[in-house]
């Protein structure tokens, strides 16, 4: 496990992912389909640090 990935904005555990090999998270716009998830759209746009908020 990673722990310093943490969870991210959809509240997926990205420490837990076995296909991490180089993503930082959402957080970090490192992750290779940042730009396509909609979760990180819609809180970015709410002002939200996730759609858990």
């Known amino acids: 496990m990673k ?4 969870t991210e904005r959809c ?5 837990l ?3 991490n090999v180089k993503c930082n998270g959402c957080y ?3 992750c290779p ?3 396509q998830c909609e ?3 819609c809180s970015i746009e ?3 640090l ?3 908020a």
């Open 3 to 6: 722990r310093e990935l943490g």
């Open 11 to 15: 509240r997926l555990a990205c420490c």
């Open 17 to 19: 992912c076995s296909e």
């Open 28 to 30: 970090s716009d490192n």
């Open 33 to 35: 389909d940042y730009a």
């Open 39 to 41: 979760n990180r759209k």
């Open 46 to 48: 709410k002002g939200f």
């Open 50 to 52: 996730g759609c858990y």
